[in-house]
T-cell receptor
């Protein structure tokens, strides 16, 4: 069965510094996708970044980059130049399987990030 | 239009009531999802619809009944809920394939 593990319940970072949020996963599938989502206190989930299991390059989206280490089954999120608005809950997620129309995405427990001024 | 709209935003219902949650998107996404999220927990998948057909039901109790009347609309019918069903219900949609989901802002449900 697939599993996502986020071991950092809470993280603090100084404004303008970089921070890494850890994520490890477990799956027996060869084809899968890894995602990061942000959930502010308002409740809405915001998609940040995606990494496919066959992608050789690490994904980047603006200030977000995904450090993908396939052999170690890790998919850490790096946020550069943190801003106060980055304070939120961050979820790592994994989608398993091919595009057969019936795919599942499961979420890790989340990491609460606090950005200090 | 790049959003998923959920209504209502808040709902309080008694255990004998019947209510429905509504989710709408006009992005041409053919996969739609219902998730349930308890406080300080990750979202838990309930249902997946693909091309308007139910493709995944994560062993959800029958007091939750999903419906997909067309490619833009997803409903969740609620009947005889329990207080432990109180949660944030999130709807999401996506293109097929490896794309991130677009989530709605959720319906915060309280069962009394």
């Amino acid at each position: 069965a697939q599993k996502i593990t986020q071991t950092q319940p809470g993280m603090f970072v100084q404004e303008k510094e970089a921070v890494t949020l850890d994520c490890t996963y477990d799956t027996s599938d060869q084809s899968y996708g890894l995602f990061w989502y942000k959930q502010p206190s308002s409740g809405e989930m915001i998609f940040l970044i995606y990494q496919g299991s066959y992608d050789e390059q690490n994904a980047t989206e603006g200030r977000y980059s995904l450090n993908f280490q396939k052999a170690r089954k890790s998919a850490n999120l790096v946020i550069s130049a943190s801003q106060l608005g980055d304070s939120a809950m961050y979820f790592c997620a994994m989608r398993e399987g091919r595009n057969t129309g019936g795919f599942k995405t499961i979420f890790g427990a989340g990491t609460r990030l606090f950005v200090k001024a | 239009d790049t959003e998923v709209t959920q209504t209502p935003k808040h709902l309080v219902m008694g255990m004998t009531n019947k209510k429905s949650l509504k989710c709408e998107q006009h992005m041409g996404h053919r996969a739609m999802y219902w998730y349930k999220q308890k406080a300080k927990k990750p979202p838990e998948l309930m249902f997946v619809y693909s091309y308007e057909k139910l493709s995944i039901n994560e062993s959800v109790p029958s007091r939750f009944s999903p419906e997909c009347p067309n490619s833009s609309l997803l409903n969740l019918h609620l009947h005889a809920l329990q207080p432990e069903d109180s949660a944030l219900y999130l709807c999401a949609s996506s293109l097929q394939g490896n794309y991130g989901y677009t989530f709605g802002s959720g319906t915060r449900l309280t069962v009394v």
